[in-house]
């Protein structure tokens, strides 16, 4: 699952690739950025930016996304892989 930061909600956004990679038995893998392109943006009705505004909301973003799943029988072990890629 790929996407940018910048025009999802990060809490949401973490709690739909966590249901995935428990449907797929621990096969997600989430690519996340900072959203570099601007048509996507216009299309979706959010604020391009400027790449500084666009890299603030990413590093933002991550901070709220938790990168391991507490112990319980329903989540096993480890939280989805995340890359976070960037371009610049």
């Keep these: ?3 940018g930061m910048t025009y ?3 809490a949401f956004l973490a709690k739909a690739v966590t249901g ?18 601007e048509l996507e943006h216009d299309q979706y009705g959010y604020e391009f930016g400027t790449f500084t505004d666009r890299f603030e909301k990413l ?3 991550l ?3 938790p990168t391991s799943r507490p112990a319980c029988r329903a989540c096993p072990p480890p939280a989805p892989a995340r890359l976070t890629g960037s371009r610049g």
């Design 1 to 3: 699952m790929v996407g």
């Design 8 to 10: 999802r909600n990060p």
């Design 20 to 37: 995935l990679d428990v449907i797929s038995q621990g096969r997600a893998i989430w690519g996340i950025g900072a959203g570099w392109f």
């Design 59 to 61: 590093e933002e973003g």
């Design 63 to 65: 901070t709220c996304v």
